[in-house]
């Protein structure tokens, strides 16, 4: 089976679209590591495709403050203001839908999702020394995750951890060989916010028939997101980092 994988969304649409597109459809479901919403202005489209086409979701931290269920105190003054627009924005029903995400971990046939970390969903891990206590616990050889918006992961093999790369600047896509000797956790990057000097959207594609996970790039039309950023009334620095991949 070939599972589209997605994280940290963001309301981003015009990212989300050209995600989809470039897919093209060579996927049988759809799972969403976290964070539909936050910092960018389409929160409704992104909520309402999610809800009719991704077979799992997992809440981020963002969902969260959105949803009521955690307070505004841990997020920076950009992202609390971004995230009481969106609240402001959202229907009921849309509330609700966030506010019943399941925290992760959650174990499928082929791997887990997390948001954060498997021992807390709020959890960034960015460094090989802050992904090595994660492998014990994993239940599963793969994991995929979120939330630092940073495409790549850690690999163990032999009791040595190592760093899987994010997809070149030149290149559209990296393939990730799984073997029965290695446990991998993967991020597949940001569809809507990227924050590792590449600003186009990013995904990934388990294959568990091949046993290979793709991380992939796309191109999308950054400008759409950034005038609807300034018609919405969000932070400035919203589209700069949009722009920039930062």
Not at 26 to 53: A, F
Not at 78 to 95: E, P, R
Not at 146 to 158: I, K, V
Not at 221 to 246: C, F, H, M, Q, W
Request: net charge negative; proline share 7%.
């Amino acid at each position: 089976m070939r599972t589209l994988i997605l994280a940290d969304l963001h309301a981003n649409w015009p990212a989300l679209e050209a995600v989809l597109a470039d897919a093209e459809g060579g996927y049988e479901r759809i799972v969403c590591c976290g964070d539909l919403v936050g910092y960018n202005p389409d929160p409704v489209r992104v909520v309402e495709w999610t809800k009719m086409h991704c077979n799992t979701v997992i809440r981020g931290n963002h969902d969260k403050v959105v949803a009521g269920t955690e307070g505004l105190e841990w997020f920076n003054e950009v992202a609390q203001a971004a995230a009481l627009w969106t609240k402001a924005n959202l229907g009921q029903n849309h509330i609700e839908y966030l506010n019943s995400l399941p925290p992760g971990p959650i174990t499928l046939e082929d791997f887990e999702i997390w948001h954060g970390s498997p021992r807390d969903e709020d959890e960034y891990i960015t460094t090989v020394r802050e992904a090595i206590p994660c492998f014990p616990l994993m239940s599963s050889p793969v994991a995929l995750f979120g939330h630092t918006h940073l495409q790549g992961g850690f690999f163990s093999r032999y009791r040595r951890v190592g760093l899987i790369p994010a997809v070149a600047r030149k290149d559209r896509e990296l393939v990730i060989e799984l073997d029965s000797e290695s446990l991998i956790m993967v991020n597949p990057g940001s569809v809507g916010q990227p924050r590792d000097n590449d600003p186009r959207a990013a995904y990934a594609i388990f294959d568990s028939a091949q046993r290979i996970v793709v991380l992939r790039r796309v191109k999308y039309p950054v400008e759409k997101t950034v005038a609807a950023i300034n018609r919405a009334g969000l932070p400035d620095v919203l589209g700069y980092r949009l722009l920039s991949g930062v």
